[in-house]
């Protein structure tokens, strides 16, 4: 007996393993079909190769990236690995070339994964004076002509924006196949796909999801044979993300706009306000004209905001008086600012980037914040509160 309908505005969570075929007949096209490249099938058969919550859930994101596809998986990394894998061809792979300030999670998989495990012939990119000259870019394209490009829109947690249009446009030239992390601009301030990112990978964890109780990563693209193989690898490997999550993303996407249009906004108030204090060295945000990457931002970005992120470093004549600082700083602000190692999230938290980071960035002082959506008064009387206390 068929269900009926219900006249709900909202998607149903279909918690299904596997769904009913009903005969054999109806089993042998689904099982055909599954292998056709489309966002939504017309015959569900197990959750682990589709299921209608997901899909809904794929399918706005697809009109945020303005993709024609997107796969969800259960974290950021998971949608990472099915963007890189597909294009693996074993011993016939040629060089990979991968900005050098992106995500840490990405630095340690294209190391220890892609180049240890699998072997592949992986190089870096790396910027100078925290900015990416494109005539160096060029060059190494010319010299390397590698089959894979990747790099962040804005890169953690330095937020180094590159010239995203010109690196897409140099390695097509080249003949290179392009995957952007587009996490912390999100489609709100640039669309990769719209230049010719061949795949746009989130960890929608973040901002999609922005409330920091679930774990999700997403692809999108446009061409059909990437859809195909990414559906493949993505069976087989089992990255799927559960009904449940999915729906609850679904909900919170709704209220995305919104949420980072305010956290652009106070990200930038934030940046201003520590930019005047003589107890901060230094503060890294694109929208800052002495940052090194503005002029890249604004081109990118427009007027539409420079995202959620602040980083900066508090003065200090010692390492160690910087480390004093910090932590008078971090218990100064933790009733309305705590330490979570996230980002995106409705309240204003943060990270020391040394304890995370380690030798890479090994500056005592610096802390990142992951601006919030709360009333920006509140957050002005926190910080203040905490600079005086140092």
Request: proline fraction near 5%; charge should be positive; aromatic fraction near 10%.
């Amino acid at each position: 007996m068929k269900r009926k309908e219900v006249n709900s505005s909202r998607i149903p969570i279909y918690r299904d393993a596997g769904f009913e075929l009903y005969d054999a007949e109806t089993t042998a096209r689904a099982f055909s079909d599954e292998t056709d490249p489309v966002q939504k099938p017309e015959l569900y058969i197990y959750s682990r190769y589709r299921n209608p919550t997901v899909v809904a859930a794929e399918e706005e994101i697809m009109k945020l990236e303005q993709t024609s596809w997107a796969l969800l998986t259960q974290s950021g990394m998971s949608a990472i690995d099915i963007a890189l894998s597909i294009f693996q061809k074993g011993k016939t792979t040629s060089p990979w070339l991968f900005f050098s300030e992106i995500y840490g999670g990405t630095i340690s998989y294209a190391e220890s994964v892609l180049k240890n495990r699998r072997g592949l012939d992986i190089h870096s990119f790396n910027p100078v004076m925290e900015r990416y000259d494109m005539a160096s870019f060029e060059s190494l394209m010319k010299k390397l002509k590698p089959e894979i490009v990747y790099f962040e829109t804005i890169s953690n947690p330095m937020l180094i924006v590159p010239d995203a249009a010109k690196v897409i446009k140099i390695a097509k030239k080249y003949r290179a196949l392009v995957i952007v992390d587009n996490t912390f601009a999100t489609p709100y301030l640039w669309r990769p796909a719209k230049y010719g990112a061949d795949i746009v990978v989130h960890s929608a964890t973040k901002y999609f999801s922005g409330h920091g109780n679930l774990t999700a990563g997403v692809l999108c693209g446009n061409d059909p044979h990437h859809l195909k193989a990414a559906l493949e690898y993505r069976k087989l490997i089992g990255h799927m993300l559960s009904a449940d999550d999915a729906y609850r993303l679904h909900t919170q996407m709704q209220t995305f706009s919104l949420r980072f249009r305010q956290q652009c906004r106070n990200a930038h108030q934030v940046a201003d306000l520590l930019v005047k204090s003589k107890k901060i060295s230094r503060v890294w945000y694109p929208g800052l004209k002495g940052h090194p990457s503005y002029s890249e931002a604004a081109y990118l970005f427009g007027d539409k905001g420079f995202g959620g992120m602040v980083t900066f470093d508090l003065a200090g004549k010692s390492k160690a008086e910087k480390r004093r600082r910090r932590d008078c700083f971090i218990k100064a602000v933790s009733d309305k600012i705590r330490l979570i190692p996230t980002l995106g999230d409705p309240g204003t938290i943060l990270i020391p980037v040394e304890s995370v980071w380690g030798a890479r960035y090994p500056e005592p002082g610096m802390i990142r914040l992951s601006i919030g959506f709360e009333e920006y008064e509140e957050l002005e009387s926190t910080i203040k509160g905490a600079l005086q206390v140092i």
